[in-house]
């Protein structure tokens, strides 16, 4: 069975979703992930007094490595992503990482939470029990500041019993004008959690 399993491997190995040669971490090669790696710039933005950190410009491999894993489906590209992050990102016992939640329609639509998806390869312990989406909001991106704004109202509820009393990371995978942020940190603010941090592949607004 091993045979076969290797015999299989050779024919059919995964290639580099970028340079189509073998690829070593799901869809991504050795070499990739390290050109990937090297992109790592850090920028720190503060909402609501909350920083939140930014790891990424938005463009080249790294805009294409995000799309392939919210809108085609290459849920493997995750892993790769989730090894430069927890790299750069000095994560302990005291946090817990809290995905930003997707509506279950939305999610049953895409299949899985890009989010929630890349911090759980990140070795970290995720929860996605504290906070809900109980609102299907309209995508973001057409929709001007102000409107966002009315969008997020009242999109997130908080379960405080679901609390451990750590300090929350909340992940997300691009932060434009900071609306979805302000919306979350606001709500659990009002369930008295204020002891909160984000992290953002990448601002795409300076
Ligand atoms: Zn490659």
Redesign the pocket.
């Known amino acids: 069975m091993q045979f076969l399993n290797n015999l299989l491997d050779y024919f059919f190995y995964k290639s580099?979703y970028?340079?189509r040669?073998k690829?070593e971490y799901g869809l991504?090669?050795n070499?990739?992930l390290e050109k990937i790696k090297s992109k790592v710039s850090g920028k720190t933005k503060y909402l609501e007094g909350i920083p939140i950190y930014g790891y990424f410009s938005y463009e080249g491999e790294i805009q294409k490595l995000i799309r392939a894993i919210k809108y085609h489906n290459k849920k493997e590209l995750a892993l790769p992503l989730a090894k430069i992050l927890a790299g750069a990102i000095k994560f302990n016992d005291e946090f817990e990482i809290v995905p930003v939640p997707l509506h279950e329609q939305r999610q049953k639509h895409r299949k899985y939470n890009h989010a929630e998806l890349i911090a759980s390869h990140m070795g970290v312990s995720v929860n996605t029990n504290l906070i809900k989406r109980i609102k299907n909001t309209r995508a973001q991106y057409k929709l001007s500041q102000k409107e966002r704004k009315e969008n997020l109202a009242g999109a997130f509820r908080v379960f405080p019993g679901e609390y451990p009393g750590k300090k929350i990371v909340l992940l997300d995978d691009i932060c434009t004008t900071g609306a979805t942020m302000r919306e979350l940190i606001s709500e659990l603010g009002k369930n008295g959690i204020n002891d909160i941090a984000g992290v953002v592949m990448c601002f795409t607004r300076d």
């Open positions: 580099c970028f340079c040669r690829a991504m090669c070499e990739c």
